[in-house]
T-cell receptor, first 113, second 118 residues
Framework: LAKTTQPISMDSYEGQEVNITCSHN???????ITWYQQFPSQGPRFIIQ???TKVTNEVASLFIPADRKSSTLSLPRVSLSDTAVYYC??????????????FGTGTRLQVTL | GAVVSQHPSWVICKSGTSVKIECRSL??????MFWYRQFPKQSLMLMAT?????????EQGVEKDKFLINHASLTLSTLTVTSAHPEDSSFYIC??????????????FGQGTRLTVV
């Protein structure tokens, strides 16, 4: 399972764009990159997933360079409610046993006024 | 999206007793579910993989006789913490994937169960 490295914490003001970068140097060919958000005392929630290039949905964008050894989660105009821990995970698309996810340290994002 | 539900959301038990936590996939069938444990301010740690109709696979360092896992149906996995001690107090979370979903690589997590052993 590919290991991920991301900053332990980040601070931002409300309304700013936040970019969280994750390194995954030993990502495998069939691995996807997925980001989850976790609020205190809740289970993680899916934010976005990608394989290569750029993916955008209603809440975030995910930028993946050609070598796929890193990825950047971009949160546009964050609000106080975006204060949470963000996890970058790399894993296979297999829905069976191989699909178990290994969580890294995550990035604790603190948004203030 | 698919829903994974855990019960109870929180439980307090006395030291030495056993506690059962349920994880249900509400609108899909899951042959595989995963159990995680999370201590305060720490990341999720995978404990075991629950396999429907067969034995669970435990991660290194996780005692299988202490954390009993049963996956008796395609929508239910249970984690029983036997002879609980205060050090077992933690946040337990389960997850599963919906193989029938458009994005079948997305994992759905339960809301978690806060276990406090006194």
């Amino acid at each position: 399972l590919a290991k991920t490295t991301q900053p332990i914490s980040m601070d931002s003001y409300e309304g700013q764009e936040v970019n969280i970068t994750c390194s995954h140097n030993n990502i495998a060919t069939n691995d996807y990159i997925t980001w989850y958000q976790q609020f205190p005392s809740q289970g993680p929630r899916f934010i976005i997933q990608g394989y290569k290039t750029k993916v955008t949905n209603e809440v975030a964008s995910l930028f993946i360079p050609a070598d796929r050894k890193s990825s950047t989660l971009s949160l546009p105009r964050v609000s106080l409610s975006d204060t949470a821990v963000y996890y970058c995970l790399v894993g296979s698309g297999d829905t069976g046993t191989a699909s178990k996810l290994t969580f890294g340290t995550g990035t604790r994002l603190q948004v203030t006024l | 999206g698919a829903v994974v539900s855990q019960h109870p959301s929180w439980v307090i038990c006395k030291s030495g007793t056993s506690v059962k936590i349920e994880c249900r996939s509400l609108d899909f069938q899951a042959t595989t579910m995963f159990w995680y444990r999370q201590f305060p301010k720490q990341s999720l740690m995978l404990m075991a993989t629950s396999n429907e109709g067969s034995k669970a696979t435990y991660e290194q360092g996780v005692e299988k006789d202490k954390f009993l896992i049963n996956h008796a149906s395609l929508t239910l996995s249970t984690l029983t913490v036997t002879s609980a001690h205060p050090e077992d107090s933690s946040f337990y979370i389960c997850s599963a994937r919906d193989p029938g979903a458009v994005r079948d690589t997305e994992a759905f997590f339960g809301q978690g169960t806060r276990l406090t052993v006194v």
